[in-house]
């Protein structure tokens, strides 16, 4: 991955804020998860079926948990640690503030489908919340929405954002993915829902989660965004607190914060079809609900696209009280249940980081995260639009108007249609590249069969003396 060199911010390195270390707990049972819970530690992540979770320590506490829990380790990444041995910019190999404020107005500057950053409201320290917006469709596609960054300490999200920013400007025209997504929708991308306290983590590093609202309802140290949203906001305390001093402090109401309230409004003026919240870490994919645990009217969908999309990195995915705890007022549950419009499908990655600031100073481990989450991304794109019912056009026509066919193809959903006007007969072929005809679609709206391999394939209408043919592509 290119990385942006920022020159100049070779930066004395202050002291440490929010020192912590995070703790790597084995679980064996529901019950030692729950005393874990009950000792009022912060869990950062973890999985109950795997059978660990990860709690975050103040320094101070760091005997003492190793003590009580004798087959716990101290995850030996802490960014303290790790900053003096990298001069690679703000963040190491993380895309700090200005990296990221240079990387997208250099995009934006030499790629005509990519917007400048354009605002959607300010933060509670008056900074630009800033939106991208990436496409070669016509107006008035289907918007699909990446975000990262709600939680300033986690910015692996960010890094996957860039570069599936860069794969897609990159790949425009030469990858069949790239070239269907930016021409059939809308990618819209916010790199940074949290600025202030991203700004605040840097360049010496933290692990602020939190906004930067200090002000109410007690000086405490912000409100964690991703409780903070409407839909059943405040249903209960599971991961979700109302003491103001808990990283989970979910606000005074719903929307209480700026960052909160512009992105949702934002959101319901693009209406986009679904989209990827990023967080970091842990390898996982949560869809909603959230809240209580119970399942969506889509739920097979968003198993089944779960499914396929973990296929290359292996992610655990389920709802988040599956996997360790109920939430509420997290993004996911607000984007699917309280829209002003139909239901947005959702997920929440935690990117398979190693704590917190894991990729630091590691390219191979930064590399990997961002290609397994880019192939989610592509699957991702191709199931919203397959589901919006949008494919690639193509028609032909006879001399005389004979004969017309249109061809409607999605390369991942498998969906083909064509229909024949003003001829008495024609008749439509699949031929794959050797010219053998693998199927004999008949009219209308056409499935293509499961024992079709990805490969490109030529559909081919006749009619008496007349013939067309149009190439497509099918992706598995
Ligand atoms: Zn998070």
């Known amino acids: 991955m290119r990385k942006v060199l920022v020159l100049g911010l070779v930066l004395a390195l202050p002291a440490v804020m929010n020192a912590g270390r995070l703790i790597r707990i084995p679980m064996n049972t529901d019950s030692d998860f ?25 320094q101070r506490f760091v005997d003492e ?22 001069d690679n910019g703000e963040m190491g190999y993380y895309y700090g503030p200005n990296d990221n404020a240079l990387f997208w107005a250099e995009l934006a500057e030499t790629n005509d489908m990519v917007d400048t950053p354009t605002s959607y409201g300010t933060s509670f320290q008056g900074r630009d919340l800033n939106f991208v917006r990436i496409t070669n469709a016509p107006a008035g596609s289907p918007a699909i929405l990446f975000t990262a960054l709600t939680h300033a300490r986690e910015p692996g999200g960010n890094s996957v954002l860039i570069d599936w920013a860069q794969w897609l400007t990159t790949e425009y025209d030469s990858d069949t993915m790239a070239t269907f997504i930016l021409n059939n929708a809308q990618i819209y991308i916010i790199p940074i829902v949290n600025p202030d306290s991203y700004v605040y983590n840097s360049p010496s590093g933290g692990n602020q989660r939190k906004n930067m609202n200090y002000t109410v309802p007690v000086a405490s140290s912000g409100i964690d965004l991703n409780r903070n949203y409407s839909y059943q906001w405040g249903y209960d305390d599971s991961g979700s607190s109302p003491n103001p001093y808990s990283e989970t402090y979910r606000g005074e109401f719903a929307l209480s914060e700026v960052e909160t309230l512009a992105e949702t409004q934002w959101i319901d003026s693009i209406q986009p079809l679904g989209g990827f919240h990023y967080h970091t870490y842990g390898g996982k994919l949560l869809y909603p609900y959230g809240y209580n645990n119970s399942p969506t009217p889509h739920q097979s969908t968003f198993q089944s696209w779960a499914s396929q999309m973990t296929e290359l990195n292996g992610y655990e995915y389920g709802r988040c009280g599956e996997i360790l705890y109920d939430v509420n007022g997290d993004a996911v549950d607000w984007s699917y249940g309280a829209s002003t419009h139909s239901p947005m499908l959702f997920y929440t990655p935690e990117v398979d980081d190693y704590g917190f600031w894991g990729s630091q100073n590691d390219t191979t ?22 589901m919006a019912g949008i494919g690639e056009e193509t028609s032909a026509q006879f001399d005389g108007a004979a004969f017309g066919i249109t061809l409607q193809s999605n390369p991942v959903s498998a969906v083909l249609g064509y229909t024949v006007t003003g001829a008495s007969s024609a008749s439509v072929s699949i031929l794959d590249v050797a010219g053998r005809v693998v199927a004999t679609p008949s009219e209308g709206s056409w499935v293509i069969p499961e024992n079709l391999q990805s490969g490109v394939y030529f559909l081919r209408a006749e009619s008496g003396s007349h013939s067309t043919t149009e190439l497509f592509t099918v992706l598995r």
Not at 43 to 56: L, N, P
């Open 34 to 58: 729950t005393l874990v819970r009950d000792m009022g530690y912060e869990v950062t992540a973890g999985s109950r079926s795997a059978g660990w979770v990860d709690v975050m320590v103040n």
């Open 65 to 86: 948990t190793l003590a009580r829990y004798p087959e716990a380790k101290l995850l030996p990444l802490e960014w303290s640690e790790l900053l003096p041995e990298t």
């Open 365 to 386: 481990l930064i590399v990997t995260n961002n290609l397994e989450c880019r192939y989610m991304n592509k699957l991702l794109c191709m199931n919203l639009l397959s």
